[in-house]
């Protein structure tokens, strides 16, 4: 009983270690091996009792969605993809230790423990650091998914439980077939991903089209207006004395708005969904009479965030800015966003006035259904946000300093 428990437990940490490396999920090491010791007792004791291992795995899903809290579908379709990837590596290795060793038991160990080194090493010089997210996927082909790669652990499970001489008898052939059917379903995610993607990607593209053709209006209505500008500036030189026109020329640049320079300067701005969102939060602020400030490198969020993402992560930081801006009792109406690049991290900042502080629960502002407002339908904004900077191992600081609340979101891009 202890040879499996010792088998199980590492065997365990490799499922989660690579669970969680695959998924981007950040490691907290104290999560991971109380999940390790929870669910190797379970499964050795789930051995000890002569249980199917249909019940281990079911175990294990459970386990995992209770620690990592995640969407069952992909919890299961992760935890398969796992499973078959450590079932591949055990038989690679197998293929070349049992020729040497022939205790069962002492082999297993080891090979284990070749794989957990194995793991730990790729890891750390980021050479699992493969993009696993499902979430985007649609549910049918979620499904889909699934079921084949359920179907083809089972069935090697179910060779390996009650015909073993099977698969022991025949390593190599074993090893190669898996690794067809894991490497063939990687690359066909992969293609899907590709494809809903870049059907993402046309899709905001086209929508905000529509308001990149309103910034090229905008732009050439003030191109127009310059000939006005000019005219009235030489109508104040030749009708005021000398004196008198510098007064004037200033009074009527004081009058000019603001925000010309604001929307001139969107065409410095190379992503469109960037440039779309900050136009809009510019016509917002507008007439709210909002003091709205913006200043975006390029280059900064597209290799990290997809279209959508950028897109979920600004708008909800911005409407959740303005829904406390536009309060009667806020009185500094100020906005700044700040996308940059620094000493390795790319940044997203945000920074806007609050009227209250002490509304403000910071421990529980990322939780789902959190809000402010008092509104059911309310609080998800930020939920989502920090679900789309934790699936690329990003952070969020928060700081609350002379009635402003600042967003820090940062990625790491080392």
């Excluded at 297993?108 to 993009?131: C, Q, T």
């Excluded at 077939?177 to 990607?201: A, F, G, H």
């Excluded at 280059?299 to 536009?326: C, H, P, Q, R, T």
Aim: net charge neutral; proline share 0%; with cysteine.
């Amino acid at each position: 009983m202890l040879n499996n428990f010792i088998i199980n437990s590492i065997d365990t940490f490799n499922i989660l270690y690579l669970y969680t490396t695959l998924t981007k999920r950040n490691n907290n090491i104290l999560k991971l091996l109380l999940g390790v010791l929870f669910i190797s007792i379970l499964v050795t004791i789930t051995e000890e009792l002569g249980f199917d291992f249909i019940v281990i795995y079911i175990i294990n899903i459970i386990m995992i969605k209770f620690i990592y809290k995640e969407n069952l579908k992909e919890i299961t379709l992760n935890f398969f993809l796992v499973a078959l990837i450590d079932i591949t590596l055990q038989l690679m290795l197998s293929l070349a230790i049992n020729r040497f060793i022939y205790n069962y038991a002492l082999e297993s160990i080891i090979v284990e423990v070749i794989i957990l080194i194995l793991i730990l090493i790729l890891s750390k010089l980021n050479l699992l650091n493969i993009d696993i997210n499902f979430k985007i996927i649609n549910n049918s082909i979620l499904i889909c998914l699934i079921l084949i790669f359920s179907v083809y652990s089972i069935v090697f499970k179910f060779i390996w439980s009650y015909k073993k001489i099977i698969i022991l008898n025949n390593l190599f052939f074993d090893f190669l077939i898996i690794d067809v059917l894991v490497i063939s379903q990687i690359l066909i995610y992969m293609y899907l991903i590709k494809l809903i993607k870049e059907k993402e990607k046309f899709k905001i593209s086209s929508e905000y089209n529509t308001v990149i053709n309103e910034i090229i209006e905008e732009i050439k209505r003030r191109q127009h207006d310059f000939s006005n500008y000019k005219n009235t500036i030489k109508g104040i030189v030749e009708v005021l004395d000398e004196k008198e026109i510098k007064p004037a020329i200033i009074n009527y640049m004081k009058d000019e708005d603001m925000s010309d320079n604001n929307i001139n300067n969107l065409i410095y701005i190379d992503n469109i969904v960037i440039k779309s969102i900050i136009y809009r939060n510019i016509c917002r602020s507008k007439q709210y009479n909002i003091n709205f400030k913006y200043e975006i490198e390029n280059n900064v969020l597209e290799n990290i965030l997809s279209y959508y993402e950028i897109s979920n992560l600004l708008s909800n930081l911005l409407n959740n800015a303005f829904d406390e801006i536009i309060k009667n009792k806020c009185n500094k109406k100020n906005i700044d966003i700040k996308i940059f690049s620094e000493i390795n991290q790319s940044h997203l900042i945000i920074k806007n006035q609050i009227v209250n502080h002490n509304n403000i629960d910071l421990n529980k502002i990322f939780k789902k259904g959190y809000s402010t407002k008092g509104n059911d339908k309310r609080g998800y904004g930020l939920y989502n946000v920090q679900e789309i900077v934790n699936s690329h191992k990003g952070h969020i600081k928060i700081n609350i300093e002379s009635e402003e609340i600042i967003f820090d979101i940062c990625f790491n891009n080392s």
